[in-house]
């Protein structure tokens, strides 16, 4: 089916990518070096609330295609991003309270756009959830994601400052009792904590007791942003703090990060490891400030987490040995010249932080690029800022042999999937679970709501040329799960076995549930 459309003329800037054509293991990454292509985009969503659904194949990998029209931005609420259209990249920023780096108050904070979906695996169904869908693995009660019975449902879950700007997505799992991730961790990629980091951990400030350089007194993050650096894509790194677009340094996020609308160029999110033998395109765009304490101060490592206060120890060689390549400043604290580097660089940052009236900003969340079936969905974004509209796809493998993905290799001879969708896009992800009915995923020829098309190269798909199914999204608010089975519902007796829509043809007109 070729839908018909007007072309706008517009030119969108997206974020096409090289992918790889990689074949065994799970292990390596499916992307590699984004690289910006222009093409018109066209897209069939028009109004924020609806969101269109794209998906193509080859032999071996699948990609979906999301698109929809960002709202404008509600929360925090009264805050200077109020009414504006932009896209939701910086998540939970950290800024200097007077005594250290930290979150600013949970109603206070800057959230990221996502979109999501949670697709059944057809020899493990999961109860209810053909007909009622995110109702089963979740909105009874609203508070985490389960199932409550046996089955398993696969959640890939992109996010706009946690896992977009690398290019994953993140892969998550829903289990009887709770939301799952791998529980893979250990060092090397353990570099924040010393145990249990996973694809994106939150980073704290400097603990308040440690001397040895400003930047432990007055208490900065141990990451920063890499200032100089030159990234694939000649993007320069301009800060050590979230800059504009302009490489101004932020000071007031509400007003200044909504005007940062290219999301090609990566500021908002730390990577501070990567596996280079899993994705060799580096995206690595941190200065490990405590490196450079060890190597400024003397040998100082009480900054670190205890794992790597082990000089003797793989973990920290592997520590050392990344960041004096990274950084090229010598791991020894005993060479004078790596220690005045050293000291310059921590002067440096404390200096830009005092220039910008101790107002800049860094992110909480930092990345970390191992192998894991967590790290399996590579990612691409565009954002068309004229038109506000984003569009994500993600890759995986159909097979990948893992027990926590659905195996999606049954599409090639006609099973159908069930999945729902789900789009944060109002600046806050509490106050804005946007849902969709459930649809079914399957090849063009039967009858299913999303028809994937067989491509001969997924990586170079023309979106334009592949059905596009739309769907409206709503805000389930207070209608839970438990409101649904009671007696107050007409639609109880059906709630496990008839799909939603049978009865609510039109989500926009429903009561009870708040269409966007
Ligand atoms: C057998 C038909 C049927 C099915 C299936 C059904 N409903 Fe309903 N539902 C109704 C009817 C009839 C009403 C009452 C009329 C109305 O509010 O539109 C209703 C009302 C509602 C309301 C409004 C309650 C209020 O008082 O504001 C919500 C919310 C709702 N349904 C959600 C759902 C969801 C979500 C599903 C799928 C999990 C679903 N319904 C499945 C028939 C159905």
Redesign the pocket.
């Known amino acids: 089916m070729k839908r018909s459309f007007k072309i706008s003329g517009l030119l969108a800037i997206t974020a096409a990518t090289a992918l790889w054509g990689c074949s065994g293991g799970g292990g390596e990454s499916l992307v590699s070096a984004p690289v910006k292509t222009p093409v018109v985009e066209e897209f069939l969503v028009s109004e924020p609330g609806d969101v269109q659904v794209q998906a193509a194949y080859n032999n071996e990998i699948i990609a979906f295609r999301f698109a929809w029209k960002s709202h404008a931005k509600t929360f925090p609420e009264g805050s200077g991003n109020n009414g504006l259209v932009y896209p939701g990249q910086f998540h939970d920023f950290m800024q200097h309270n007077g005594t250290a780096f930290a979150q600013v108050a949970e109603e206070e904070r800057f959230n990221e756009d996502r979109v999501s979906f949670m697709i059944e695996e057809p020899a493990r169904p999961a109860q209810g959830f053909a ?2 869908g995110c ?1 089963i693995s979740c909105h009874s009660g609203m508070v985490n994601h389960k199932l409550g019975t046996s089955g398993f449902l696969d959640h890939w879950h992109w996010r706009g400052g946690r896992s977009g700007p690398m290019g994953y997505a993140e892969d998550a799992w829903v289990s009887d009792v709770q939301r799952e991730r791998d529980t893979i961790g250990a060092p090397p990629s353990s570099w924040l904590r010393s145990a249990g980091d996973r694809l994106r951990e939150d980073q704290p400030a400097f603990a308040a007791d440690l001397t040895g350089h400003s930047v432990l007194t007055d208490r900065l993050p141990r990451f920063v942003f890499n200032k100089g650096k030159q990234m694939p894509g000649g993007f320069e790194i301009p800060s050590h703090f979230l800059a504009m677009e302009n490489g101004a340094v932020v000071t007031a996020p509400y007003t200044q990060l909504p005007q940062v609308k290219d999301v090609f160029n990566n500021r908002s999110l730390l990577v501070v490891y990567q596996d280079r033998n899993f994705d060799k395109s580096d995206k690595v765009n941190a200065v490990d400030l405590g490196y450079l304490v060890y190597v400024a101060n003397n040998g100082q490592l009480n900054q670190l987490p205890t794992h790597l206060r082990d000089t003797s120890s793989a973990a920290f060689a592997t520590w050392a040995g990344f960041w004096s390549a990274e950084l090229g400043i010598a791991a020894d604290p005993n060479n004078f010249s790596a220690a005045s580097a050293a000291r310059n660089r921590l002067d440096a940052v404390h200096a830009e932080w005092e220039q910008s009236g101790r107002k800049s900003l860094v992110t909480r969340s930092v990345g970390f690029i191992y192998p894991s079936d967590q790290h399996d969905i590579a990612a691409t974004r565009a954002f068309d800022p004229i038109r506000g509209i984003w569009s994500v796809t993600m890759y995986r493998k159909l097979s990948t042999g893992r027990p926590n993905d659905t195996d999606l290799a049954l599409l090639k001879s006609g099973t159908l999937y069930n999945l729902g969708v789900a789009v944060h896009d109002v600046g806050d992800g509490h106050e804005s679970h946007h849902i969709s009915f459930m649809h079914t995923l399957g090849k063009a020829d039967t009858g299913t709501d999303i028809k994937a098309s067989l491509v001969s190269d997924v990586s170079s798909v023309n979106w334009n040329d592949v059905p596009a199914f739309v769907t409206s999204l709503y805000q389930p608010g207070t ?1 839970t799960g438990t409101f ?1 089975r009671s007696t107050a ?3 109880a007796g ?2 496990e076995t ?3 829509q ?3 043809t039109d989500v926009k007109a ?4 708040v269409a966007r």
């Open positions: 007909a009622a109702y209608k649904l519902h007409p639609g059906v709630f008839m799909k939603c049978t009865c609510h429903m009561p009870g549930l």
